[in-house]
């Protein structure tokens, strides 16, 4: 009876929305203190302070590492975690014959200060972030500026600014001033529904803060906060109270473009545009000229459809209609609309071919609009009072108590000074705050080692996984705080270790035997390139990737089966205009257009992410398409004619030396005797069948820019060895 009585009296507590009781004993809910370095038996391998934790929970197991990869594995490792991209077959070559105890660490030290480490590390920090530059949802509209925000955060990662700083001025850059404006995108990179006659406002104003609120928890504090929007969270000990206390923070945040252009260049662009317009507006009227009568068939066949009521109503006058009449409209009016797709279906074929003709030349002439005047995609702080209501199972419209800004209890740290987002990112920063800098670096942990100390890098609640080494986690997170706050600090410490430059062909069954999950990290893991990489990596190796840094978002060419299933064949171009500029289109994955709703299969098939939540870890799949796409996707094919084209050029016309140089380009290393022997077999077989297509005139696929004087057909056959290096395990993995 009296553990009903309790348990009727938890529940009625709960449903009350009452505060659920601190924690104080979840280890993720205490400030982290640095614990001493473990004692060994055998210190030998001590590199860093990382070596030793490890390697007394291997000690105690009975296990030890594996023994150091070999220096040209090493240094592919170590330069697709720092850059996400391959090291050239003369680093490797350098880096190999340098025998200088201290070439390691130097190695580390030009990789970290390379700026495409920048690029490299936002790509994680992105996903996490829910970045992509379309509002998402049914409208899908575009963020024309929010590139803005990608690239500040890559030149945050290179200039190493402090975390600290990092964090404070994502959450409330625009508080801090002109400078720092930018970063303030963090809180609107989530998926929003855009105000229209159908949507409730309020209902979209809620849904932002939510967003930002969620995306607060999941981001910097690894917490699942919005779990506790509609209730109190069913497993932590936060209550619905402490998520609106969160979003209190945000309440008077408003969504703004702040001007960052000079007024003469926003005078300029407003010419610029107008002129533009002027000579489009002509055109803009043939096609409206062409379409007006099928518009008006299609509304007349509709409306003849209607009820007779209705037909009156819309015959009327709209303003003498009878308030019967006016209701009839606004119900049938929907029906009466004539849409797009009903109009290109209509048109005869010659109209067809007039209006997409049309159509043509207004979208080249768009393509050559100037760039819109620089605008920072941000917040501003509004005057309205910071506070927010509990809302009963998060509906809006049915307020409960009202609260103010304020953190939960259960974190055992001090609540914010000033009650706005500047204060509650101070509250973040602080030394002594449980989950800040414990999730930030068990996030670096997970991008070296594929997976974090806590395998839950967006949940450190009581339903998270544990941590597999506790000590390191603090200890690297008191680093953190210590060192001023510098990721790459931490990023030095991991990659120096022991531990990371291990094998990851580990000898002997016993650590299999003893944890076959590898949660002791007996052996380095072996990992897939993330969509981004292998895609970069394949540019790379074609020699075709263009290294320019920042700017707008780039469209590169669809697919035809994705023209096919999101357009209709008379406007692909109007709502998908590839950047003119075919250099572009090779840039890194990076700065391609990250729409919502349309994803490139390439990038799509090899997990990346959706966007629309938070993506603490990315799945690693494994399904037949990824295959197809890697041997017969267009741009897999294109590139493979360009690698092959750079093999002729590079090394000439040897085909010893070409599948040499392959080789070395695509895998970071020679080939072995048995290898090269079945490529210079397969590589005359193929030329010698191509050379007889083309002598009988049938249709062959040639690389493009075939250097003067080469042979087509050995060309092509080398094209097609580049494809299947391409396709290797050893080209799409790191060990």
């Known amino acids: 009876m009296r553990l009903l009585s309790t348990f009727m009296l938890a529940l009625i507590v709960t449903s009350l929305g009452a505060v659920a009781p601190p924690t104080p004993t979840h280890w993720a809910f ?20 990382v070596d030793r934790f490890i390697l ?16 040209a594995v090493l240094l592919r490792r170590l330069t697709f975690d720092l850059l996400g991209l391959p090291p050239t077959p003369g680093e490797i070559d350098a880096f190999v014959a340098d025998t200088r105890p201290d070439t390691y660490e130097r190695t580390v030290d030009r990789l970290l200060a390379d700026p495409r480490h920048g690029e490299r590390w936002a790509q994680h920090w992105l996903d996490v972030a829910r970045y992509a530059e379309t509002n998402g949802f049914e409208a899908d509209g575009e963020r024309s500026q929010a590139w803005r925000y990608r690239d500040w955060v890559v030149s945050a990662l290179n200039a190493d600014l402090p975390y600290d700083r990092f964090v404070t001025e994502q959450l409330a850059g625009d508080l801090l001033g002109k400078d720092s404006v930018i970063a303030a995108g963090f809180n609107r990179c989530g998926p929003i529904h855009q105000v229209s006659g159908n949507v409730d406002p309020l209902e979209t104003r809620h849904e932002m803060l939510n967003e930002m609120t969620t995306g607060l928890g999941a981001t910097f504090l690894g917490l699942t906060l919005g779990c506790a929007r509609c209730h109190d ?60 009568p099928y518009r008006n068939k299609i509304r007349a066949d509709k409306l003849a459809k209607l009820p007779a009521d209705a037909r009156a109503a819309f015959a009327a006058e709209a303003s003498k209609r009878t308030p019967a009449q ?60 910071l506070m927010a209501h509990v809302l009963k199972r998060g509906d809006i419209h049915k307020r409960g108590k009202r609260v103010e800004p304020g953190s939960p209890g259960f974190l055992g740290v001090a609540g914010p000074g000033p009650n706005n987002r500047l204060g509650l990112a101070r509250w973040l920063t602080r030394p002594g705050h449980p989950l800040t800098s414990r999730v930030i670096v068990n ?51 991991i990659v120096l270790s022991s531990v990371y430059r291990q094998s990851g062909k580990a000898p002997g069954l016993r650590g299999g035997t003893v944890d076959p999950d590898n949660r ?17 990596s394949v540019l790379a190796a074609s020699g075709m990737l263009t290294p320019k840094m920042g700017g707008p978002m780039v469209r590169v060419p669809l697919e035809p089966e994705v023209y ?87 090394a000439g016309d040897d085909p010893k030396a070409q599948v040499t140089h392959a080789y070395r380009l695509a895998l970071g290393r020679s080939p072995s ?63």
């Not at 080494?469 to 931490?490: F, R, T, Y």
């Not at 002791?520 to 970069?536: G, N």
């Open 564 to 650: 096919d299933l999101i357009f209709t064949e008379d406007e692909p171009d109007g709502l998908w205009p590839v950047t003119r500029d075919t250099r572009e289109h090779t840039r890194r994955s990076l700065y391609l257009f990250n729409k919502r709703t349309v994803r490139l299969p390439m990038l799509e098939s090899f997990d990346q992410p959706d966007t629309l939540t938070s993506c603490a870890v990315r799945p690693v799949s494994t399904f037949a398409p990824q295959a197809l796409i890697l041997l017969n996707s267009p741009f897999m094919h294109q590139q493979a004619g360009a690698f092959a084209v750079r093999l002729t050029t590079e």
């Open 443 to 493: 996030r670096l942990w997970q991008h070296h080692f594929g997976k974090g100390i806590v395998r839950t890098p967006n949940d450190f609640g009581l339903r998270a996984d544990p941590p597999t080494h506790p000590e390191l986690l603090d200890w690297l997170a008191v680093e953190l705080v210590e060192s001023g706050w510098s990721l790459k600090h931490i990023h030095r410490l």
């Open 233 to 292: 969270h069913k497993f932590d000990p936060t209550s619905q109270a402490d998520y609106f206390r969160f979003e209190a923070f945000f309440s008077a945040s408003r969504e703004k473009e702040v001007d960052l252009a000079a007024p003469a260049d926003r005078l300029r662009h407003a010419g610029e545009l107008a002129a533009i317009e002027s000579k489009i507006l002509p055109i803009r009227n043939q096609v409206a000229a062409i379409e007006s």
């Open 326 to 385: 006016q209701k009839l409209a606004a119900e049938f009016g929907q029906l009466l609309k004539v849409t797009w797709d009903e109009v290109v279906d209509a048109l005869t074929e010659p109209d067809r071919k007039k209006r997409t003709a049309l159509r043509d030349r207004m979208h080249a002439m768009g393509a050559d609009a100037p760039a819109p005047p620089a605008r920072a995609w941000s917040l501003e702080e509004g005057k309205d009072p």
């Open 673 to 735: 005797k048995a290898e090269l022997e079945v490529s210079l077999a397969f590589l005359s077989d193929q030329a010698g069948l191509l050379r007889d297509r083309l002598r009988a005139l049938e249709t062959v696929a040639l690389p493009d820019a075939i250097p003067d004087g080469a042979d087509p057909a050995k060309v092509a056959a080398l094209a097609d060895l580049c494809l299947a290096l391409l396709n290797r395990n050893a080209f799409v993995h790191v060990d």
């Open 520 to 536: 002791l990290l007996w052996h380095m893991p072996r990992r897939r390139l993330d969509a981004e990489s292998l895609r970069d």
């Open 56 to 71: 007394a929970r291997l000690e105690a197991a009975g296990l030890g590492l594996s023994p150091e990869a070999s220096r």
């Open 30 to 49: 205490r400030p982290p203190s640095r614990p001493s370095l473990p004692s060994l038996q055998n210190a030998a391998r001590v590199r860093t302070p």
